[in-house]
């Protein structure tokens, strides 16, 4: 195995996997408009092609793999990406993050497979509300999903929740004793102002400090735990010994330690989140370019990267929603939802 680093010295090393750019919710800080332009059917990499590109990548360091979306559980036959990726010795984390509308009936057959980990996205324990946010009104399912990871017999699950002011940020302890129950760690998520977030604003945002004081004022005494890994959510203790995770992207972003990068559903290769440019992967693959060449094409631009994208948004003055409705349509690859999150 060759590990390349970047401009700044960091490692290539986690791959957020779209397997799908179609989403059965339509949160609204993700997917808040009434029509989409998608990816066409034709352009989307089969399972072999994804199993391909994740052997150039490991043989360069990546030794996690998440399979995101859009809903990942709506690409037909998951489980058996799912088996294929989990025979490779180099995966160290093969885990899925999902909105949980299809758990209760994939997760046996996830676990089966030979997943490691299941992320279930679960922004509030209301169903009117979950129902406002997302315009569906299928909470229920969401929990009868969760609740399939243990039985399944999943560890290590997690939930993410996006704080946004005035929406569910009363519900932060109400979201850490649920968590508990499952069980699962809860991580929250600041409102970024991504691609797709077109609804974004600076005052919707609740930072990082802002939920300590909240959870402090119920809990008592929060323990920050001290870990200077790639992971995204910085840990801490609650009094009880109940473990939580904060991901600041947008207050405080990381961009220093980030190892990840994405591939979109139809094979384009992003080396950040904010990224308005990816690389083509597909494309040479399918002309015939063997292992090699895809690892030199990738070792070279990953080599040349200098992305830091929260962290120059956080520098920014006026901050607004990153991009219009109309660059969105015309290049859907600029969404969250078909970058993977
Ligand atoms: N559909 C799946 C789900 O919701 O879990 C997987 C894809 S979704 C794009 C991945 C993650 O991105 C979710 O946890 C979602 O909450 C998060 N996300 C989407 N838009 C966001 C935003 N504007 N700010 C912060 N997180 C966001
Ligand atoms: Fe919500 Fe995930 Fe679908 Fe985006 S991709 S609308 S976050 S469920
Ligand atoms: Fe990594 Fe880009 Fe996110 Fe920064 S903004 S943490 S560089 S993906």
Redesign the pocket.
Known sequence: MTRVEDTLGRPLRNLRISVTDRCNLRCQYCMPEEEYAWLPRAEILHFGEIAALVDVFTGLGVDKVRLTGGEPLLRRELPRLVRMLAAKPALRDLAVTTNGLLLAEQASALREAGLHRVTVSLDTLRPDRFAALTRRASHAQVLEGIAAVPRAGFAGTKLDTVVIRGLNDDELADLVEFAKAVPAELRFIEYMDVGGATRWSPDQVVSRREMLELLERRYGRIEPIVDDGPA?ADRYRLPDGTVFGIIS?TTQ???A??D???LTADGTWY?????TAGVDLRGPFRAGAGPEALTALITGRWRGRT?????E?LALRDRAPLLQVAQLRADPRLEMHTRGG
Do not use: I, N
């Open positions: 995204p992207s972003p990381f961009c330690r980030c990840r990068s994405r080396l950040c989140l904010y990224a992305d830091r994208g929260a962290e948004r």
